[in-house]
């Protein structure tokens, strides 16, 4: 599975786009013409959450909401381009209007006037670095190519959203990834990350491959980053080892999802995909 931190590039047999952050702390408003949805339910149980699940259901039955849902989605997917991990403006409009009156605010459809902590200077300020990214932003295209690359976009509320995303402050907006989450995402007890130097020695590179491949066998989950060196030895070694079902090992990457970086590591990037059978 493979997941990226810039648009599209990363790998567990999916890749998520960890660059690009977000809060939810409401729902967020539907175009006009749609008729405004109930708000979500509150936190799961820590049993749904440790499942990685969410309680709603991925695709809503009532067209409706399903609309709603769909605008949720394009908008998250357009911010994702749109604002840096650490935009505060950016964020407390979410927080405040939901992502999708939040783009329409960023890209100028919506007018701008004070949404409480922002000042006038804030969003003057935040529109004006948001302006040259506009010719990037196509979510629309963004969700077509990552369908094309087999994989999608992952928004809170959909079936495999990783709950316990939700305590960040800085939760990401959206995850993109590439490969089978079939199975969902490893629950954090069922899962480690392990990382290290690029120029690693020949003992840290044994270590870590026992470490992996022990956890491994014990259908624990490798979280790492597709790099060289320690990175890649915790990918193979868990690999090699793992016995159980769902991701055997996650890929956070360094860029975007279109391309396996490094491109040393592109065949491991293949086989992380893939799955431990490859």
């Known amino acids: 599975m493979n997941f990226p931190a810039s648009l ?3 790998s567990c047999v999916a890749y998520f786009l960890w660059e690009f952050p977000v809060p939810y702390p409401g729902v967020d ?27 709603r259901a991925p695709h809503p039955p009532n067209p ?14 357009a911010l994702t381009r749109l604002f840096d991990a650490q935009d505060v403006t950016g964020r407390t409009l979410v927080g405040t209007l939901g992502a999708y009156a939040a783009l329409r605010v960023a890209t100028g ?3 701008g006037h004070t949404f409480g902590h922002i000042t006038d200077v804030d969003l003057t300020e935040a529109l004006n670095r948001w302006a040259p990214r506009m010719a990037d932003v196509d979510p ?20 495999h959203w990783p709950t316990g995303l939700d305590d960040l402050l800085d939760a990401p907006y959206g995850l993109w990834y590439r490969g089978d989450i079939t199975h969902g995402i490893p629950a954090p007890e ?48 868990d690999l090699a080892g793992f016995s159980g079902d769902g991701a055997a090992t996650i890929a956070v990457a360094a860029g975007g999802l279109d391309r396996d970086y490094p491109s040393g590591n592109a065949d491991l990037a293949a086989a992380i995909r893939a799955g431990p059978t490859a």
């Open 8 to 10: 599209l590039r990363r």
């Open 190 to 237: 069922r899962s480690v990350a392990l990382t290290g130097s690029r120029d690693s020695t020949s003992y840290g590179a044994a270590v870590t491959g026992d470490i992996a491949h022990k956890l491994a066998q014990r259908g624990i989950c490798v979280m790492s980053g597709l790099g060289y060196g320690i990175d890649a030895h915790a990918h193979r070694a």
């Open 140 to 159: 629309e295209r963004d969700l077509a190519e990552i369908e094309r690359l087999g994989g999608g976009f992952l928004i809170p509320g959909d079936e």
């Open 64 to 77: 409706q909401q399903r609309t709603h849902t769909m605008n949720d989605r394009i908008a998250r997917a």
């Open 29 to 55: 408003r539907p175009p006009s013409g749609t008729a405004p949805q109930a708000s979500p339910a509150a936190k799961t149980t820590a049993g749904e959450r440790g499942a990685g699940h969410s309680p």
């Open 109 to 111: 459809d919506q007018p």
